[in-house]
């Protein structure tokens, strides 16, 4: 097959089952046909990254750098080619794609510069004449697990700081995203990886995860993903006392206070529920509204979210690109028939809509008169779907918003310091916005949630999962006469 994308393992792209990646705003339009990894060929991958450690552990700072920023360059310069890929591909529209591709070189450059900037301590012990130096290194081999909403973003997260601390990587993007993933390996191997410490493989949860999960030569492994593959991917890792990262669901809470500006509400809202069509572990899809503005409120939620333009991620006027695939638009559809059978009311959306093209288009959802005890209040439903949940003054609502077993983001609007700082301090979640919504983030500082949402490190302290800390008493001073350590 002409424009077969091959894995790249041990500095080779090799064949593999090729699967066609399909975009979902026309099914007619196949992205590319992208190779699918076996079981052998995975392990062989984590093998080469084995191989390729001592080495790359040992690389200079500045080689590292280099090669983190000439791929954040390149991420950039070609971003409007890479979104278009990405949008292409996953559905999000053209602006959320760019804006994905840019993020992504923004996190390269960060970590380039962290490369640079990897330090220790040193400080006396407690036995006399001895000192302490707390070092971090690298783990070793770094399996990362990504999923399909953010095709480029995710990979980025993972893979740079990964590498930037001089561990090698077996990488496995999500099946139905393969493009945005295998041109990001495209561009780090061209930016001048030794073979093997960055290896591509595409393919099946159920075959190259499922090696990953097995192999006892994979020391960490960071996934973002469902909960479900998170426990279990959790539980493979603690067999092998491998270390572990997961970043999981979300049941978001958004709370609307009677002093809020309402304006300002709505739009958190309308972007933290639905776009990127809902598709995000940190889509807002409780909101919690006080009585004393509840319809007011609904009525004008109503009135943005039916203004929405949904249709083909390319087209330049659309704010709201197609559902992922058919299993996700049914599993929302089937949400939708639970909501409306639980007795909640169904304002606005939840339809299967037709688009010039054939893809898989639904109108935002939007429930109201919703309880917390109901399916759609509990479960993630991951698309454009929210229940709209009424109650009495804000301790009430703190107590709705923590009523859940996740604990990603949490957002509330208000104009009240008073109600914003116990938010911040009370809410039962990783981050929490104020007057902002529940989605989008800062690559910069620590990302992760509490509950169910999380487990093991956040990401950027990404570090653990991908850098160890060690102390151990000095041997060698690197300042001569501060040290007076024993030669062990
Ligand atoms: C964002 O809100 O922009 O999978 C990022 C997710 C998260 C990343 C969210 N891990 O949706």
Not at 92 to 108: D, P
Not at 246 to 265: H, Q, T, W, Y
Not at 421 to 433: I, L
């Amino acid at each position: 097959m002409s424009d077969l994308h091959k894995n790249l393992i041990d500095g080779a792209w090799v064949d593999g089952d090729a699967a066609p990646n399909v975009n979902p705003s026309d099914v007619s339009d196949i992205v590319g046909h992208y190779a699918r990894a076996s079981a052998d060929q995975t392990r062989t991958a984590i093998g080469a990254a084995r191989a390729a450690f001592a080495d790359w552990s040992r690389s200079s700072p500045l080689v590292r750098h280099g090669i983190l920023r000439r791929a954040s360059d390149e991420i950039l310069a070609r971003k409007d080619e890479l979104g278009r890929l990405l949008s292409r591909e996953e559905g999000k529209t053209l602006a959320e794609g760019v804006g994905e591709v840019t993020r992504a070189a923004q996190i390269f450059d960060f970590f380039a510069g962290e490369a640079l900037r990897l330090a220790g301590e040193i400080l006396p012990s407690v036995r006399p004449g001895v000192g302490v130096e707390i070092t971090r290194e690298a783990v070793g081999v770094v399996g990362i697990i990504t999923p399909w909403n953010f095709p480029i973003a995710i990979p980025a997260w993972k893979l740079a700081p990964a590498l930037c601390y001089g561990n090698t990587v077996v990488f496995k993007p999500a099946d139905l995203v393969p493009g945005s993933a295998w041109a990001l390996v495209d561009i780090l191997n061209r930016a001048g990886l030794q073979k093997g410490v960055l290896n591509l493989v595409m393919g099946r949860g159920s075959v190259v995860g499922q090696t990953m999960a097995d192999s006892p030569d994979i020391d960490a492994l960071t996934f973002t993903g469902s909960q479900g593959t998170g426990a279990a991917l959790a539980l493979a890792s603690a067999r092998h006392m491998r270390k572990s990262q997961m970043e999981m669901g979300g049941k978001n809470p958004f709370v609307v206070l009677a002093d809020a500006d309402l304006s300002i509400a709505a739009d958190c809202v309308v972007n933290g529920a639905f776009f990127s069509t809902g598709q995000r572990c940190t889509a807002s899809s409780r909101i919690i509204v006080d009585k004393a503005v509840y319809s007011g409120f609904v009525d004008l939620l109503a009135e943005r979210i039916q203004g929405l333009r949904i249709g083909h991620a390319l087209r330049d006027d659309t704010q709201i690109g197609p559902v992922v695939d058919e299993s996700q638009l049914s599993q929302n559809e089937s949400y939708i028939a639970k909501g409306k059978a639980e007795g909640a009311r169904l304002v606005t959306g939840g339809d299967r809509l037709n688009r010039d093209t054939e893809g898989f288009f639904q109108s935002p959802a939007l429930f109201a008169d919703c309880t917390n005890d109901m399916v759609i209040a509990r479960e993630e439903i991951f698309g454009p779907v929210a229940a709209v949940i009424p109650v009495d003054g804000y301790d009430e609502a703190l107590a709705v918003a923590n009523d859940t077993p996740f604990g990603l983001s949490a957002g509330i609007a208000t104009t009240s310091l008073k109600h914003a700082t116990d938010f911040r301090r009370n809410a039962e979640a990783g981050m929490v916005m104020i007057n902002l919504p529940t989605a989008g983030v800062d690559f910069h500082v620590p990302f992760g949630g509490r509950k169910a949402s999380s487990f093991g490190p956040a990401n950027r302290d990404a570090m653990p999962p991908n850098f160890s800390p060690r102390s151990r008493p000095l041997t060698r001073s690197p300042n001569a006469g501060q040290c007076k350590g024993p030669t062990p």
